[in-house]
């Protein structure tokens, strides 16, 4: 089946560190693939997206690129922020059919501090 | 404009009870999806609903399911409720069709606790 593997945290960085948060998935088939962020307290929200083999999502100063040959999508950051803390989930969806069915990673908790 | 909206956002319940809960998408969506996150399975997808109409399902037993209103609300119900159906349920409305509904919104979550 497909699955989402996502790297194993907690992560804790200071202000302005460098962030990668690495995602590899197993599909059959050409996935659409996300990134999601849950702050403290509130429901998941997407923070950026990829549709296809190339496509690099970008959103808050956060990036991913979708690796058709690494099976990967890993999220980067170049400059963290406290305000950045939060749990960050990676997930797929395979096809038009799938509608709102994505299948989720186990998150990354990264802590920010100051 | 609002948020999605789960009510209540936390319940305890005993082994065997049954257990309803509600989700109000963001106005004008039309996608509800159902969600269930625990420490040790993650989020895994439950079913979706468009247009008052089952469009996906996951790989629950029949104890869940689900419906969708006019208004496109929906609610939840477990029956027979186990221990390990304690978990945090999440609601997620979309804007799109089934086909188009890449971008979705979250609510909060319901906390079952099934003791």
């Known amino acids: 089946g497909n699955s989402v593997t996502q790297m194993e945290g907690p992560v804790t960085l200071s202000e302005e560190a460098f962030l990668t948060i690495n995602c590899t998935y197993t599909?059959?088939?050409?996935?659409?693939l996300f990134w999601y962020v849950q702050y403290p307290g509130e429901g998941l929200q997407l923070l950026l997206k990829a549709t296809k083999a190339d496509d690099k999502g970008s959103n808050k100063g956060f990036e991913a690129t979708y690796r058709k040959e690494t099976t990967s999508f890993h999220l980067e950051k170049g400059s963290v922020q406290v305000s950045d803390s939060a749990v960050y989930f990676c997930a797929l969806r395979m096809s038009e059919t799938s509608g709102s069915r994505l299948t989720f990673g186990e998150g990354t908790q990264l802590t920010v501090n100051p | 404009k609002a948020g999605v909206t789960q009510t209540p956002r936390y319940l305890i319940k005993t082994r065997g009870q049954q257990v309803t809960l509600s989700c109000s998408p963001i106005s004008g969506h039309r996608s509800v999806s159902w969600y269930q996150q625990t420490p040790g399975q993650g989020l895994q997808f439950l079913f979706e609903?468009?247009?008052?109409?089952?469009?996906n399902k996951g790989n629950f037993p029949g104890r869940f399911s689900g419906r969708q209103f006019s208004n496109s609300r929906s609610e939840m119900n477990v029956s027979t409720l186990e221990l390990g159906d304690s978990a945090l349920y999440l609601c997620?409305?979309?804007?799109?069709?089934?086909?188009?509904?890449?971008?979705?919104?979250f609510g909060s979550g319901t906390q079952l606790s099934v003791l």
């Open positions: 599909a059959t088939g050409y996935p659409s």
């Open positions: 997620a409305s979309g804007q799109g069709t089934v086909a188009t509904n890449e971008k979705l919104f």
């Open positions: 609903y468009f247009s008052e109409t089952q469009r």
